[in-house]
């Protein structure tokens, strides 16, 4: 992981993300920008450590850890002075960190969606049963074919994110239900850095009702 000068960052707080930026940094610490959600503006007292993510510009998406050192002004711009950032992983292209969950999405098949314009409560529903950067396993009531193009709505907390998925594997559950595994297609780097912020939400606050 290699941080830089005006790298823009995500910082991890209270199931929310914080956007911020790199504004200087040594062998010793970091200085960043006071992250911002919506207008508000992160407080974060000294000692306390703090979650990240980095998407670098070759596509690589870092997670990790920092600790508060200190509050900063310069010429009345306030910033915060963090340690050298620690407990990195990398989350590789072809495993992208997987998070399970129960949740109800909806989705069309794209040769219908191409037909005629539907509303969305026209749309089939189907249980959201994993989700990472790269895909997602639902399960349906009815059979989507291998191969097959879907579009979904995936939807967590004030986020939805439209996505378009590839069937890739079919199988049938006893109770006549399918379980299919879905690869992304088609995603842009902004939607794909959307469902890895969800991802990453999803498990921070799996683990605190641990």
């Known amino acids: 992981m290699e941080l830089t000068i005006n790298s823009k960052i995500d910082v991890l707080w209270e199931e929310n993300i914080y956007k911020a930026t790199i504004q200087d940094i040594d062998n010793m610490e970091i200085l960043i920008s006071i992250p911002v959600r919506d207008g508000i503006y992160l407080t974060l007292n000294k000692d306390i450590e703090i979650e990240q993510i980095f998407y670098d510009e070759k596509g690589n998406v870092f997670n990790y850890k920092t600790k508060v050192i200190d509050r900063y002004t310069e010429k009345g711009i306030p910033f915060y002075k963090l340690t050298k950032p620690y407990d990195i992983k990398k ?120």
């Open 91 to 210: 989350v590789q292209r072809r495993d992208y960190v997987r998070v399970s969950l129960i949740q109800i999405i909806n989705y069309i098949k794209e040769s219908d969606f191409k037909k005629e314009i539907k509303r969305e409560e026209e749309y089939e529903n189907a249980l959201l049963l994993d989700l990472s950067g790269g895909g997602m396993k639902v399960k349906t009531k009815e059979k989507l074919e291998k191969d097959e193009f879907i579009i979904a709505n995936l939807k967590y907390e004030d986020e939805k994110i439209v996505i378009k998925g590839k069937i890739i594997r079919v199988e049938k559950t006893e109770d006549k239900r399918f379980i299919c595994g879905i690869t992304f297609v088609d995603i842009n780097n902004s939607t794909r850095e959307k469902i890895i912020r969800t991802v990453f939400k999803i498990m921070r606050k799996q683990r605190e009702l641990v």
